[in-house]
């Protein structure tokens, strides 16, 4: 899942984790910590270590049934504070309106193609709870959409992901780029959008 960079998770976790207190909290526009949706979860791995820590619940949506199962082994005790394990390729889910505060989604929008992935923000944007964010977190290619024979993803340039999430009709909050990754991968960005 990260390459053989296995190394990378904590990075990753921890810049996501920064990048969520920016927004999170109580007060007056401040982004809930009720329920989160993680999208293309997998196993679980930012569900254990970034999602569950932070929101009361967590739903996850997976393609591959099997990963879900392993998810429950995987989570152990704090994975009973998950709501809803869906397995569903994100082309087809509908999240329910209005049930979530931070819906994310990392390392998976390769797997769309750029109109399933339009019609997905949408969906998601119907989602959110005030105040609620969309976290898209993956790798940007230099330039245009790069093939990944190996796993027939592809990874697509900033200029080309802000344009979709602008045909979503998402404004962007807020982007950075995930700092310390090896030089040798691709960069990888975080964009907040509702
Ligand atoms: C590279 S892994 C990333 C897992 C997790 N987001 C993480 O960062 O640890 C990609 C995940 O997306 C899932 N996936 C691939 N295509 C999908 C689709 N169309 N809808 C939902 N999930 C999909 C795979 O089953 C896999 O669990």
């Not at 967590?58 to 989570?75: G, N, R």
């Not at 049930?99 to 949408?122: A, K």
């Not at 105040?131 to 330039?143: H, M, T």
Request: charged content about 25%.
């Amino acid at each position: 899942m990260l390459g053989g960079y296995g190394s990378i998770s904590s990075i990753d976790i921890n810049g996501s984790k920064a990048f969520l207190h920016k927004f999170l909290g109580e007060g007056e526009g401040k982004t809930g910590t009720s329920c989160a949706l993680d999208c293309g979860a997998g196993i679980g791995r930012i569900t254990k270590r970034l999602l569950l820590p932070l929101f009361s619940t967590v739903d996850m949506v997976d393609v591959t049934q099997e990963f879900l199962d392993k998810a429950k082994t995987y989570l152990g005790e704090e994975g009973k504070r998950v709501g809803n394990y869906f397995c569903s390729g994100l082309q087809d889910f509908v999240p329910e309106c209005g049930r979530y505060d931070v819906i994310w989604i990392q390392w998976v929008i390769g797997h769309l193609t750029d109109d399933h992935l339009v019609e997905f923000l949408r969906r998601c944007q119907k989602a959110l709870r005030p105040n609620g964010l969309i976290i898209i977190k993956d790798n940007v290619s230099y330039e245009g959409v790069v093939p990944d024979e190996v796993d027939s993803s592809v990874c697509r340039d900033l200029e080309i992901v802000h344009s979709l999430a602008g045909r979503a009709g998402l404004r962007i909050v807020h982007e950075e780029q995930q700092m310390n990754f090896p030089k040798e991968i691709y960069q990888v960005h975080t964009l907040a959008l509702r």
